[in-house]
């Protein structure tokens, strides 16, 4: 069989590259610069394309613009500065270099929610480039882990309901019973310090998994906690359960994250699917693949790009 021309397989992907790229290709490169939340009334947002009528929570992106009518109400959550501000009725801000333009209309005065969101655009790129990586069918835990008194519960991966567990932790060994849960969630009392630890997982009382042995527990001291607590008081006034996980999650509290996650997510299932991506990302960092299953089932995602890259890459195909 002759090989293909060199000349005519470049050529092939470049005009492949023009007609079949699109810009949502390159949803990683929006900058996420705050939140939307708490509209009532008439409240639109602006794209880029379009505007948009929302009564739900929305990520805002840098040049995204609210509006609001004659009963339109909400709130604008700056995410690098840590400010939040009122939107009055009959105005529109447009979010530019990470600041609120105002257009028209009344903004209440900046308060301020502290810096406990700040890793936000990290953890939604994070999630977006995930998005799309085949997850692990192996059993394993998290890798480092942040309890508390206040926050006891160590989770993992429930591989059925005929496996028991044997939870390695520092000197001790604890005995997790079966469960029919899709997690096992184990709830710990130690002192203040780090622990090297790892789970077992056994069928008929042999053991047939075994997750990493260099996996760590940090018990946190009643003092940190309180100090956690002291920075969580200014955001807790907006009373939205997204934003104190996501403070909970750059604490290192993961845990309780996830819990906060899934009651916001249960309490507001139409909300923005972006949003939703945060908290995927988050049980595949715990491991958790029942989780992950049941996220795709009950908010299946778009799988982009796949067909794409297989048409962009086929004629390099050619050579092998």
């Not at 609001?68 to 500065?81: D, F, R, Y």
Request: with cysteine.
């Amino acid at each position: 069989m002759k090989k293909p021309n060199l000349v005519h397989i470049f050529i092939s992907y470049c005009v492949l590259s023009v007609f079949l790229f699109h810009p949502d290709q390159l949803v990683e490169a929006r900058n996420l610069s705050g939140i939307l939340l708490k509209s009532q009334g008439d409240v639109q947002y602006y794209d880029g394309r379009t505007w948009r009528p929302i009564n739900y929570d929305k990520f805002l992106f840098d040049g995204y613009a609210v509006k609001t009518g004659e009963q339109g109400l909400c709130k604008v959550v700056i995410i690098q500065n840590g400010k939040f501000f009122a939107i009055g009725n009959n105005s529109e801000i447009k979010i530019e270099n990470e600041e609120i333009n105002i257009i028209s209309g009344y903004i209440g005065k900046a308060s301020a929610v502290g810096i406990m969101l700040a890793s936000l655009p990290m953890k939604y790129q994070k999630a977006i480039n995930n998005q799309y990586v085949t997850r692990s069918v192996g059993f394993d835990t998290a890798k480092t882990i942040f309890l508390a008194a206040s926050h006891p519960y160590l989770v993992w991966n429930n591989l059925g309901n005929n496996y028991s567990y044997r939870l390695h932790l520092g000197e001790k060994i604890y005995h997790v019973p079966t469960s029919s849960n899709k997690i096992i969630k184990y709830k710990l009392n130690l002192y203040p310090g780090r622990y090297k630890y790892y789970v077992e997982a056994l069928n008929n009382g042999l053991v047939e998994k075994c997750s990493a042995r260099n996996n760590y527990v940090t018990w946190l001291s009643a003092l940190e906690i309180e100090s956690f607590d002291h920075e969580m008081e200014s955001l807790r006034q907006l009373n939205n359960e997204f934003l104190l996980a996501s403070a909970y999650e750059q604490f290192g509290l993961k845990i309780p994250a996830m819990f906060l996650y899934q009651k916001y997510f249960k309490e507001n299932p139409t909300t923005d699917p972006e949003m939703k991506d945060i908290l995927t990302n988050l049980y595949r960092d715990l491991k958790l693949v029942n989780m992950l299953i049941e996220q795709d089932q009950v908010h299946p995602q778009k799988k982009k790009g796949g067909c794409l890259m297989r048409w962009l890459l086929w004629p390099f195909s050619l050579f092998f």
